[in-house]
Structure formats: C-alpha cells, structure tokens
C-alpha cells in the first residue's frame, strides 16, 4: 500500500510538475506574442524601425533559403540512436528525428558502420518519404556495383541528378556522373539504349555530349549500345559526338558500322555537315576517316557549302584533300559550286586554288562573280576578278555583274568591275545597258558622283539598243523612232568603253592587221617603264590599252624592253610572252603574297615568287626577243654603279671607266650564266622594304626612270656593231615610249631647316625638318617625272625621234607596297580617266608601232 501510495504520489507529483511548466510556457508564449505585437506597433509608428524589421526578416527568408536540404553529409550513426527508425530499404534508412523536427534519410556505410551519409533532411513527412522510396530504389545498383563505399560529392552528384532528372534512366545517370564502372550492374544495362529524356537522347549520345570516353567506350564495347538512335531532333550519337569535336569519341563508334554516321537530321544535316557548320576540324577528320558520304545532301547542300558558308576553312580543307572532285560540286538546291557559298576572301581564294571553275553558272545562270556582287562582297569580288573571272558573262535576266552592281549603286565594286574590263553597253535581256541602269536608277550619295562622270562622257546618250522591227500588220500603226542620237562632235557612250578599259576599237577605219603590219620594221621601238612598286599596276593598265588598240600584244610591237624595279620586273615578264590581263590579276595577288609583316619584309616570298613566273633556272640569253635591259644598282662601292642586266652580251663602247678604283671586285656575271628572276629581285630591292640580293640594291636610286640609260644603251650597241662591220644589222630609234607610275600631288612643306636645337620646341621643329629633308632627297634621287621627263623629251626631238611620256596625275598618293584593294581599284580608274585624256596621243603612238 505504501509503495502504491508512493507511486500515486510520485505519478501526481510529476503531472504537477508537467502542468507548471505547460503553464509558464504558455505564459512566456502569450508574452512574446505580446511584445511581438507592441514591437510591430511601435515598428508602424517608427518608419526607421519598420525598415528594419523587414530587412530583419528578408535577411531571415534568404538564411532559409540558403540552407539546403539536400545536402550529403558524413555523420557518425549513432545521432539516431534515439531517433525513430521510420523505413528502410537495403542499406537506405529513414528517420523521424526529434530534436530538429525533421525526416532525414541515411544511406549505410558497411566499410565504416559507425558512420552514414545523410541524404536529405526535410520537414515535411510526405515529401520525405516521396524521396526516399525513390532515392531507395535508384540508389541500389550504385552502391552495389561500387567496389568502395561512394564518396560524399558522388553521392551528391547522384541525389542531385535524381532530383533534377527524374525521368531518367539509370545508364543515364550513370553516365552524367561518370560511372562507367556501373554499367556492369544488369539493372543499368537494360536501360543502355533508354530514351527517356528530356530531349530524348539516348545514354550514349549523353556520353557524346559530355565528351566521356571511357563511358562511350563501356556503352560500345562492352554494352553494344546502339547507334542508329535519334533524338527528338533527328540526331544521332554522331552529330553529337561531331558538335564537341571529339576525334577519339568518333572512332570508338566507328568501330561498329551504323547507319547513323550519315542520318540526316530534322534541321537538314549529317554529322559531317554539323562539323563543317561549327568548324570542328578534328571532328571533320575522323568522320571521313570513317568514310562518311561527303556528298550527302543537306539543308545548305553537301558538307563543302556548308564549310564554306560559315567560313570554316580548315574543315573545307579537310574534305578538298580526301574528296578534291568536290571543289566542282553543285548544290542540290541552287546548283551553284562552292565558290558560289563564299563569303570571305580567304575562302573564295582556297576554292580557287583547288581548282574551282570561277566562270562556272548556277541554276539560275549566275556565275559567284553574280553572287558576290548581289551580296556586296567586294573582297570576294576582288579575288575573282584577279583570278581571271570574266565580268561580262550574263546571268539571271541577262544581266552582267556589272548590271548588278549599278542597281545596287555600289560604287567600288562598279569601278573594279569596270577596271577589269567589264564592258559598259552589254544590254540585259530587257535591253538595258549597265550604264543605262545606272542613269535610271542610281541613288543615293554614290548618284552625284556616277552621273556625272557618266554625264561628262555622254551618258546621255545611254538608250537601249533598237530591236529587230516586228512584222506589222497593214492596220498596225508605224512604230516609235529611238530617241535620235547626236553624231557631232560630242562623246559618245561608246567612247566610255575605252575610258574604263580600253577593249574596245579606239580608231575607226583602222585595220591593225594589215598586211603592212608583217614587214620588217626598219626603224626599233623603245619601251621603258619606270619603277613604284605596286603601282606597276598602272604600267599594266596603259599597257593593256595600247595592245588593245593595236590589235597586237606588247611583246610584238617592240624591239627593246627597259624597266626599273617592277618596270624591270613586268619588262622581264613581257618578253616571256605573258599577257597583260594576266600580269594585272598576277599583281594584285602577289601584293598578299609579298607585303606581309612589317617592312623590310621577308624576301622569300618575293623570290619564290619570281622562281615561279619566270623559271628558277632560266638565263637571260635564253630571251630571244625583244631585247631586255634591267636596272641594278652596284652598292659594294662607293660612288655607286648602275648596271644593266641584259638579254644580250655588254657592247663594247671603248669608253673609260667612270672612276679609277683602288679596291678589287668581283667580276660581274655575264647575260648567259645570269639567272632572270635574280635579276628581277636585283632590280627590285627596294631599300627599306626588301635587303639587298648580294651586291645589289634597287635600280631605281640611280635610274627609276631608265629612259636615258636605255637610249644611251642603244646608241652603245649600235656603235659597237658599227666598229665590228655589222653595220647593216644597225636601225635607227624610231619611236620612245616611256611609261611611269603615277605623279603624287603636290603638298606643302613647312620647314626641310635642320639646326642644333636650343628647346624643345627647336628640338620639335629639328626632327620635323630632319624628316622633311630626307624624304624630299629620297624623291629627288629617285624622281622618274619631271626634269628626267624633260631631257629625255629635249634629247629626242633633238635627234628627231618620236618621244611620248604616259604617267597619270592621282589625287593622292599611293604608297609602294599599298595592299588595299579599294585604294589600288581607285588608282586604275583614275589611271582610266587619263588614258581617256590621252587617247589622240596613244593612237597617234600606235600608228608609229604599227608603221613601216
């Protein structure tokens, strides 16, 4: 009984004890609530504590965000001994845990049972157990393939994936985490070829994805994963593995034939075109390694257009060097070549390089001249046109190129077509002549400036040709006359065809292939051509207009060729026979080839080049005719020497050296062991811009205008076959002709004063005038205008010689190794427009060449 009542009392004592505490806890609640309440009050009454409450409580919300419940940790097991044991599931527990009011879920560590890792812990039951049943069932194959108990950051890894994507497989997720080594587990393995996935790619296109070897190389070899599944998009495991340019990758699945190397997705590619597309050249490699189709067809045509239309030239090269037929391909769609899809000037000149047909059509009659004009490209354009495409071929509607570009008011790309021989009055199929285009529709700032140089010249008399009067009935009515044309002595617009390249017939009635034309002249013609660099350019451009209105090419209409630096350099090339449009296109791209870097630039490519035009072991004796004279300047001694690199032997003139010498030198090669592109390169080493070749420097700072030196010549080997009897084979100078490269504009020079300097301001106005004076002494020492002008013009009225000199004025100057193409297009036009000028001094020239 005492015990009982003991018990009772204890048992009473302590509910009492539980009540109190119930009580106070109450009671403290109902106070905080309370000063909750007064503190909110006095918050509203406060603005500054009102802020602070909420920046109080945001603070709080971002804490609880932070906190992640999915968070795995390593804790020791025995946190849950007291903690209800609510599911498990293999290794995988779930507890009600007290303390934090919270569900969490562990997964057992048997390598180290004292600790778990724990999964997640949540606050709410039914999400918790969601979870679990879960993370219970995908969490099995892992850790039971696992050789070592998993790692916290795989764990979480897994978990993650999990939650992130629940729809999933297993070998998908095996492969995100890179567990290869799971794939052993025959509940993973069945799900090797599962497409369950957001965009229904397959475990090994996530492989390809992620660029996982050793899992595409499990998948492959030791699941025989298939291949010729495709995504929701179409694609297969090899557009993928081509998207991350992943050689390794692609050949692993290339070890197993499939059809998927060359599927063809639902955005119109194969793997192959989404290397192209991408610029994946690795990936390009191994495809075609795997001997895809480089010619399937695909949204932008084969894999070349699509190289070339996104500018990737190392997969176009790619495909060139193992299937070099598809340089000539034509796209399923327009038909055009892959010259047509270029769209920078490195990719145009790659296509051409390799052989690409540049007058080559499409489907719609258009050349990549057409296209390049269509779209503006005038790189592009420029590329074409200094490989030889032909402007004047007619495209969709009959229209040249140069019908094109006077629609798009485009002026560059009108002067470099017009430059390069286009031909102005080729009417379209509507009748329209480029020039008529331009008088109708030309718009914009470029109108002022194209009308009126149309104007000048006589556009006005730009109509259509007249067509073929139809068969009228008795009843018809007469048709309208054309507008009647003016045949006085204003310009017509034919006349606009010389002014922009000289193709056409400048003199009527003139036959130049009479036969008076074949005797034996009995009197020489002298060309000299002066030096300027890139600006042999314009040497070319008169060049082509004096053989255009002879009728006969350079080569044939002279008996001596002189030049200096690139005068030297094109008079070598002429009497090798090359032709004027060709040595025109040949400039512009050695101008790439040369000018690289910074001066002075490398003389490889210079002699390289010259190897190649004119032969690496070709002698100057092997020129027959006409005669050849190249400048070079002697620079191993002092007063330096001008030396002629000749065709012929040296005449002998019996005249004493111009100095006595106290050194010994080494003799100088003879014409029949002297190598011709040797003498190019000696003539053109330009100081500052090229170094020496041996002794010799550029013929220009003695001779940059070799008229006199090559008169002087003449008159020396004409007295030498006079003193040894060969009197009869003498003939006298019928004509000089002497060609520069254009005169630079006028400007005004502050100061050349050169002074010791006693400020700095004297110091400023030293070196201005120190680099004054020495580019003016420079000029004057190199100067093929003016005063040499004058005392070759002077020398030969003296001997009653016929002299002309061609040289146009430029509005500005243009630099020696100038490589821009727009500023050198400007330059021939301007070139175009004196030979205008000049056209009653070049037919009077011609009648000379093509006399008796």
Request: aromatic share 6%.
């Amino acid at each position: 009984m005492s015990e009982e009542r003991g018990g009772e009392v204890t048992q009473r004592g302590t509910e009492e004890i539980e009540e109190k505490k119930n009580t106070k806890r109450n009671r403290g609640g109902k106070m905080k609530a309370e000063s909750s309440t007064m503190r909110n009050s006095h918050y509203k009454g406060c603005p500054e504590m009102n802020l602070f409450g909420r920046l109080v409580n945001t603070l709080s919300g971002v804490t609880n965000l932070l906190s992640n419940p999915y968070r795995v940790r390593e804790i020791p097991l025995s946190e849950y001994s007291s903690c209800l044991q609510v599911k498990q599931d293999g290794r995988v527990i779930m507890y009600q845990n007290n303390s934090s009011r919270s569900w969490d879920c562990v997964l057992v560590n048997p390598h180290t049972p004292q600790n778990a890792f724990r999964l997640f812990q949540l606050s709410s039951e039914s999400e918790a157990v969601q979870r679990f049943l879960e993370l219970s069932q995908k969490l099995r194959p892992f850790y039971e393939c696992s050789r070592e108990a998993l790692k916290v950051d795989t764990l979480q890894q897994l978990t993650d994936c999990f939650r992130n994507h629940p729809n999933w497989s297993l070998a998908h997720v095996a492969v995100e985490t890179g567990l290869q080594n799971s794939f052993k587990h025959n509940d993973i393995v069945r799900s090797v070829n599962s497409t369950e996935s957001e965009d229904g790619c397959t475990p090994l296109h996530l492989a390809c994805r992620k660029g996982d070897v050793a899992c595409a190389r499990e998948l492959v070899e030791g699941c025989q994963a298939r291949q010729d599944i495709a995504d929701r998009h179409g694609e297969t495991v090899f557009h993928y593995a081509a998207r991350q340019n992943n050689p390794q990758i692609i050949e692993i699945l290339a070890m197993n034939p499939s059809v998927g190397v060359n599927h063809l997705s639902q955005s119109g590619e194969t793997p192959l075109h989404v290397a192209c597309r991408l610029g994946k050249e690795g990936a390009a490699q191994a495809l075609l390694r795997c001997r895809v189709k480089h010619d399937a067809s695909g949204r932008h045509g084969y894999p070349i257009h699509t190289a070339m239309k996104y500018v990737q030239k190392g997969c176009a090269e790619v495909i060139l060097d193992v299937a070099r037929s598809q340089v000539q391909a034509e796209d399923p769609h327009y038909g055009g070549t892959p010259l047509h899809w270029a769209k920078s000037a490195e990719m145009a000149r790659l296509v051409i390089e390799h052989g690409c047909n540049m007058n080559a059509t499409s489907k719609t009659g258009d050349t990549a001249l057409h296209i390049m004009v269509k779209r503006a490209r005038f790189e592009c354009s420029m590329v074409l046109l200094t490989h030889g495409a032909d402007p004047d071929v007619k495209g969709q509607g009959g229209n040249t190129p140069l019908h094109l570009a006077m629609k798009q008011d485009h002026l560059e790309l009108i002067k470099a077509l017009i430059v390069f021989g286009a031909d102005v009055e080729i009417p379209n199929d509507f009748g329209e002549t480029p020039g008529l285009i331009a008088a109708r529709t030309s718009k914009g700032t470029n109108r002022k400036v194209l009308l009126s140089l149309l104007y000048s010249i006589g556009a006005e008399h730009c109509y259509p040709p007249t067509p073929e009067p139809p068969q009228l009935s008795p009843s018809s009515p007469p048709a309208r006359p054309p507008p009647p044309r003016n045949n006085s002595n204003n310009i017509g617009f034919k006349d606009f065809v010389y002014i922009a390249t000289a193709l056409g017939p400048m003199v009527t009635g003139f036959d130049s292939m009479d036969s008076t034309n074949d005797r034996l002249r009995i009197q020489d013609c002298l060309l000299c051509l002066d030096g300027g660099g890139i600006k042999g350019l314009v040497l070319i451009q008169m060049l082509i207009a004096i053989e255009k209105m002879a009728g006969r090419p350079i080569r044939e209409l002279f008996d001596w060729v002189s030049g200096t630096s690139t005068g030297g350099i094109l008079a070598l090339a002429i009497v090798h026979g090359k032709s004027m449009d060709y040595l025109r296109c040949l400039y512009f791209r050695m101008k790439d080839e040369v000018f690289k870097g910074s001066r002075p630039y490398e003389s490889g490519p210079l002699e390289e080049f010259l190897k190649r035009e004119f032969g690496e072991h070709t002698k100057m004796t092997d020129i027959r005719k006409p005669k050849v004279m190249v400048t070079g300047t002697l620079s191993d001694r002092h007063p330096a020497e001008l030396h002629l690199f000749r065709s012929y032997d040296a005449p002998n003139t019996g005249r004493e050296p111009p100095y006595t010498s106290v050194a010994s030198f080494k003799p100088l090669t003879k014409p029949a062991e002297q190598l011709v592109w040797r003498a190019a390169r000696s003539s053109g080493a330009a100081p500052t811009y090229f170094r020496p070749i041996g002794r010799f420097l550029d013929g220009g700072l003695l001779a940059n205008n070799p008229t006199l030196d090559a008169m002087t010549e003449i008159h020396g080997y004409n007295k030498d076959l006079k003193q040894k009897g060969q009197g009869d084979e003498v003939k006298k100078l019928g004509v000089v002709v002497s060609l520069g490269t254009g005169k630079p504009p006028q400007v005004q020079v502050n100061s050349v004063d050169i002074f010791r300097p006693s400020n700095p301001w004297e110091l400023a106005k030293t070196v201005f005038g120190a680099r004054e004076l020495g580019k003016m002494v420079v000029d004057c020492c190199t100067e093929s205008d003016g005063r040499a002008v004058d005392i070759a013009r002077a020398w030969c009225e003296m001997v009653n010689v016929p002299y002309f000199r061609f040289s146009p004025q430029f509005s500005t100057e243009v630099m020696l190794d100038e490589v821009s193409d727009a500023i050198l297009v400007n330059m021939l036009w301007e070139t175009q427009m004196y030979i205008y000028q000049q056209r009653d001094a070049i037919q009077q020239l011609v009648q000379h060449l093509l006399g008796p």
